[in-house]
């Protein structure tokens, strides 16, 4: 068994730490009051039974908690008393300097939760290692200077998670729908370059891999484009090939038909299309940003956006390029075809294309291929979408997330036209609902009190994040808010128009509503009066967030959030504020926003329509998912997944397994054993290779496909993962 250290480092656990931390302890009181050396070691092996039973690695803080309660436990009050006092005064040693540990573990690559905090960096190379060093300062700075202690203690308890406070120092926002369009219709600047309206299909798209590095260079979160942003540029190549393929003929003097050079024009056309979908594909996997990762973008499909039959058709074309490109897969170092990270897929499902009498039912179809071997595209249901989505004019609309899951809200701009390319999302604060669970008890009125007291908390760090953008100017990011990514300001204009009314969001996420129904009157969200309950905090939720935006003309939306190595760190808060509760805090994980848990025994049909429900409630982002064995042989069974989320659920994705092992080739699913020390870790179940250096394990975690491995409760979450099909 292992122990996590402080600075996120891993050692061996060794006993004879706790025996020597008690003896000193001991040693600090009167002789009556001392424990035996035989209840010292008692003590020890009881912490040592506790940590094994949680399935894990501890932290240290956990391992000390432990203790305390272990000694107290044998009536020796006066030796915990010193044991805590020791523990308190170390405490305020550490305080001293809160990032030099840190940084100095993460640079050697042995700081354990650091390399495995978001699984698509690779901590060993230089750029993320510098990311996370410019991260743990900012924390530090956030912690110390520009949080209140109150949010800090919250969010240090796990009571509430300040999300990416590794950027916070800095004014950045956190994710939005890049305005594609605007700037490859009417120009952009890229670093002082002017860059104008492009005059093909693949300039269109390498213009477009260079605004996707750029934005993701100004931001910390997800950015989504569309393809139809791309699609005009079709017919602009196919009416320039088509000159040229006429000045060819004249050059060499034949007389070809109309017919004929409409031939050899769209087989050049497709060469195109598949070199300019081919470049995205490929730039994106490839590109490297300032953050050290690729870019976390979402490409959106969707046939009904096109403004014309002559755009649609030519989306169309796009479309299945892209599918068939991401089918393939992108080779690893051995020259294998694997699955990658980015970007991620949507792919709308709509009236021309969900019955094997539409029009584009051969894109589905397509799309159904992809996803069972490469985990995408998702889908969106345009009609369910059209339901949840209502603008003031009483309009429904369809449009994509912004990156994995976070929606904007309905807007109509000044004109009365519905806008959502261009908007953006303000910043995400979370609060761990299990928490607000165990702390009442089985009370529901002191339940109500305490989710009071909690939505004032996320309230507060929520309006931080606003007034920590207020004032930036447009200078802070210009592809952003001066060239037409999100909006095109003039030098030294303040953003704080876009922060009010609706532009842009403000998010309110929850975490665990599985454990806290659970927690509260020991039914399951699958349970009538689990669903009951669950459907009524969500709506409680919803009922806050009206009410701050009516006050302060600020859009606050609920949010579902895309825990990752979050979930673990909840997990481990509420084992030392509550112990270990079955069915609620006896794992290395808790459920992400509303889902149904991982373990529960439920069809993939059942499991969407239930979800449905709750996805409903969650308008600032909510995905839903089904877990499926290899599907590549049963594409039917997929269709029929696709057809049922389009008439019940509006966004929801298939997960399936898409592993490969470079020791011996092994292409099936890598699995999760444990080593001697207790610690879960990945095995080729052909070979028996365990070197994360010499596999690629791609799995989806949060609504997104991560390649880089997990921490060691996600890790515990998905290796529980029950079958829905």
Known sequence: MKIIKRNGSEMLFDIEKIVTAITKAN??????ARLTTLQIRRIAESVVLSCEVLGRSPSVEEVQDMVEHQIMAHGAFEVAKAYITYRYTRALVRQSNTTDD????LIECNNEEVKQENS???PTVNSVQRDYMAGEVS????????LPPDIVDAHEQGIIHFHDADYYAQHMHNCDLVNLEDMLQNGTVISGTLIEKPHSFSTACNIATQIIAQVASCQYGGQSISLTHLAPFVDISRKKIRKQVVEEMAEIGQDLSEEKIDKVTEKRLRNEIRSGVQMI????????TTNGQAPFVTVFMYLNEAKNEQEKNDLAIIIEETLKQRYQGVKNEKGVWITPAFPKLIYVLEEDNITEDSRFYYLTKLAAKCTAKRMVPDYISEKIMLQNKIDKNGNGNCYTCMGCRSFLTPYVDEDGNPKYYGRFNQGVVTVNLVDIGLSARRDIDKFWKVFDERMDLCHRALQCRH???TGTTSDAAPILWQHGALLRLKKGEKIDKYLHGGYSTLSLGYAGLWECVYSLIGKKLTEPEGEKLGLEIMQKLNEYTAKWKA??????SLYGTPLESTTYKFAKCLQRRFGIVNGVTDRGYITNSYHVHVTEKIDAFEKLALESKFQALSPGGAISYVEVPNMQDNLEAVLSVMKFIYDNIMYAELNTKSDFC?????????????DEDGKLIWKCPNCGNTDQNKMNVARRTCGYIGTQFWNQGRTQEIKERVMHL
């Not at 840190?102 to 573990?105: R, W």
């Not at 924390?139 to 520009?146: E, G, P, Q, W």
């Open 27 to 32: 040693d600090a009181v009167d002789e009556t």
């Open 102 to 105: 840190k940084i100095l573990s």
């Open 120 to 122: 698509n960096k690779n």
């Open 139 to 146: 924390k530090d700075i956030t912690r110390r200077i520009l």
């Open 281 to 288: 594909q490929y730039q994106v996997v490839t590109l490297m």
């Open 467 to 469: 007034e920590r953008l």
């Open 551 to 556: 006050d302060e003309n600020i859009d606050y």
């Open 662 to 674: 470079q020791e011996c080739g092994y292409d099936g699913e890598i699995l999760i054993d444990e």
